[in-house]
């Protein structure tokens, strides 16, 4: 997925204001112009001097100057030699574009070359500026270090109207998070095989149609029966397979030679004149009698 160099900026009118977007409901949500979450004008970017060329915007010739203004001495702190240019910014829906005004050039990023992108405070006291950092990829990937051709850009908007640098700069951090969840990384190929091998798979001895439409859904037997609920379960006890499970005094057999014994009445069932004969004799628990509601004849 490369860049694409530029010789003409964008123009206001080829995007819809996001302003604009959300304040009505659109007439399709595919084609139509991208929209422009953020746009500034001049703002300072730093890429190291070793870096340039990468991008149009970063020529190699002389024109490239060290970083200048308050900020200066942090951005030079780790001893790693900063070029600075100035570069209008335009943050849409579609791509993220630097252009270069005085060399009249400029390159729009697909947003999955950007791999990493934070905010960053530069400087202390009142000298601080907020700025936002990028790191991107713009090699296709290998199995060396060396087939990636990665590189940092540092971007300082310019403060407009009542804003502050850190309002400004975190105004440009979420436009680009927005825009990037808008294209995710594609699958590449062995993704979907091994989304395969992490499922689940139940073995079963019994075969069952699937139902068309679910995923997971199995359709019972011809006879009536229901698919067993996991696997190595017999499925439901009914009246037809009752006794595979318990005998004729109730006490539990099992399947498979597993056997058990269940508590006292476990399998007979009382009758409603039964029931009421224990409730006149006084064999329901004091409990019980206190829960029960009466019997309204």
Known sequence: MPTTTIR??????????????????????????PVLHYHAKGAKSWISKDQCGILPVFPTDSSSTSPSGPEAAALGAGGEELTEQKLDIWVNTE???LFHQEAQVGVTIPYPIISIHALKAIGSGSDQ???????????????????????????????????????????LFEAISACSNLHPDAVEEGDEDEDEDDRIVFESSHEFEALAGFTGVMRGTSNGGLPPPMPGSSGWITAENVH??????????????????????AGRVRNREEADVDNINGQGTEEDSENKRPRVV
């Open 8 to 33: 003409t900026p964008p123009l206001a009118e080829d995007f819809t204001p996001l302003a604009e977007y959300q304040a009505q409901t659109p007439e399709t949500f595919f084609g139509g112009k």
């Open 95 to 97: 791509n993220f574009t």
């Open 129 to 171: 500026v907020h700025a936002v950092w990028l790191q991107m990829e713009l090699g296709d990937g290998g199995t060396g270090d060396d087939d990636f051709n990665t590189f940092e850009l540092t971007i300082i908007p310019p403060v407009t109207g009542e804003q502050t640098s850190q309002g400004e700069a975190k105004r």
């Open 244 to 265: 595979e499970y318990f005998d004729e005094e109730g006490n539990w057999i099992g399947e498979e030679g597993v056997s058990g014994e269940l508590g006292d009445g």
